[in-house]
């Protein structure tokens, strides 16, 4: 069992998990299996569980978790950029909480996504590879230059710095801080990656 499975045993008008009959007969997983293995990943994964509910728009609950995680990890280790250590603690505080709700949104990000579905293939990922098409004569398909294959647009760079330019200068947010505030991005992709792992180790027992 992954993450993706895991949608369907949500409840759409409530936060917490149903145990309906149907969505159990088609795992071979009783309600309460599945609500226990979800307690095991999320104590031991909390960020990627709870990032991946809040990505799937499960809770709204979760979507706060997350960020407020993220925040966490990321007060842990922006030390290690001159500019955010020199920040007032206070200050801190602000500006690494707006880059991990930022993060979680451009992360949260699909081509479902109100704007941001990729200009170029209308969020199918995939381009017309004309040099090949030509040179073949057969109509040959290539990744998409634009948004290389994911069929979306991250959330710019731009966008973010204009959300904590009142503490940071431009030269500051291009060394550093923008490497800082991409690597809230890869801690959440890593997370989600943890608590698929997880749920696996803990539902095969059940499969
Ligand atoms: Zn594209």
Redesign the pocket.
Known sequence: MNLENTVKFHSPKSPQFTDSPRATASEGLTGTDVMGSFGMVQSRSALGFTAFSGKMDLSENDKRKAIQLLTQHGLKHCDKVAALRKLETKVKGKVVQTLATFAFASWSRSAATPGAR????H???R?CDREKTEESGVFTEKE????S???YSKLPGKSVYRGVAYALSADQWKRGVSQFYDSLISELDKSENHANSMLRIVTTSFE
């Open positions: 990729c200009k170029d293939c969020g199918t990922g381009a998409c230059n634009r948004c294959g994911v069929g």
